[in-house]
C-alpha cells in the first residue's frame, strides 16, 4: 500500500483524537480551580425604615431597624368551619405589637406568634423576605383551632409585596 494512501486513512482519527484534546482542555479552563475563593455575595439589603400595604380590607405593616423587623400587624380574612352545622364562612383575625425576629443574612426574617383576636386565639408564622431588586416580601398565616364552646375550626393566610413609606 502506497505511503500516501495510509497516511489518507489515519487523518480522519487524528482529527477525532485532536477534538478530544481541545474539549478536554476547553472543560478544564471552564472549571474552577478549588484553590479561589468563592465569589462575595452581599447581604439582601434590609433597609431601616416602615413598610406596609393594603389590600381591600387586608393589611400588614411592620417596622425594620437594625435588620430587626419589629412592630408587626396585620388583618387577614380566615376561612372557618363550624363541625356542628357545617357551615362555611368567613372571620376577621389581626395581631399588633409582634416581632418578626432578625432578618438573616439571605434577607430572610420569620417568628411564629401566639395571639388574641375578637376572643379567639390563634397562632400562625410571621414571615418577611428583603430581596435583591425584587422588593420586600411579607407573609402571616393564621391558625384558629375550635374548642368545646366554638366548634369552629379557622385558617387563613396572607402574602403581599410591602412598600416602603406610609400604608399604601
Given at each position: 500500500?502506497?505511503l500516501s494512501?495510509?497516511?489518507?486513512?489515519?487523518?480522519p482519527?487524528?482529527?477525532?483524537?485532536?477534538?478530544?484534546?481541545?474539549?478536554?482542555?476547553?472543560?478544564a479552563?471552564?472549571?474552577?480551580?478549588s484553590?479561589?475563593?468563592?465569589?462575595?455575595v452581599?447581604?439582601?439589603?434590609?433597609?431601616?425604615?416602615r413598610?406596609?400595604?393594603?389590600?381591600?380590607?387586608?393589611?400588614?405593616g411592620?417596622?425594620?431597624?437594625?435588620?430587626?423587623v419589629?412592630?408587626?400587624?396585620?388583618?387577614?380574612?380566615?376561612?372557618?368551619?363550624?363541625?356542628e352545622?357545617?357551615e362555611?364562612?368567613?372571620?376577621y383575625?389581626?395581631?399588633?405589637n409582634?416581632?418578626?425576629?432578625?432578618?438573616n443574612?439571605?434577607?430572610?426574617?420569620q417568628?411564629e406568634?401566639d395571639?388574641?383576636s375578637?376572643?379567639?386565639?390563634?397562632?400562625?408564622?410571621i414571615?418577611?423576605?428583603f430581596?435583591?431588586g425584587?422588593g420586600v416580601?411579607?407573609?402571616?398565616?393564621?391558625?384558629?383551632?375550635?374548642d368545646?364552646?366554638?366548634?369552629?375550626?379557622?385558617?387563613?393566610?396572607?402574602?403581599?409585596?410591602?412598600?416602603?413609606?406610609?400604608?399604601s
Amino acid at each position: 500500500m502506497p505511503l500516501s494512501k495510509r497516511f489518507l486513512e489515519l487523518v480522519p482519527l487524528a482529527l477525532l483524537g485532536l477534538l478530544l484534546a481541545a474539549i478536554a482542555v476547553a472543560t478544564a479552563a471552564a472549571q474552577p480551580a478549588s484553590s479561589e475563593r468563592p465569589r462575595y455575595v452581599r447581604p439582601a439589603p434590609a433597609l431601616d425604615g416602615r413598610y406596609g400595604k393594603v389590600r381591600g380590607d387586608e393589611l400588614i405593616g411592620f417596622k425594620v431597624e437594625d435588620r430587626k423587623v419589629t412592630g408587626f400587624f396585620f388583618n387577614l380574612r380566615m376561612e372557618c368551619h363550624n363541625s356542628e352545622t357545617g357551615e362555611d364562612y368567613v372571620r376577621y383575625f389581626d395581631g399588633h405589637n409582634l416581632n418578626g425576629g432578625r432578618a438573616n443574612f439571605s434577607g430572610h426574617a420569620q417568628r411564629e406568634y401566639d395571639a388574641e383576636s375578637n376572643l379567639r386565639q390563634g397562632s400562625g408564622l410571621i414571615e418577611v423576605d428583603f430581596t435583591r431588586g425584587r422588593g420586600v416580601f411579607a407573609s402571616v398565616s393564621v391558625v384558629a383551632p375550635g374548642d368545646i364552646d366554638t366548634p369552629e375550626d379557622c385558617n387563613g393566610f396572607l402574602a403581599m409585596k410591602m412598600r416602603r413609606g406610609p400604608l399604601s
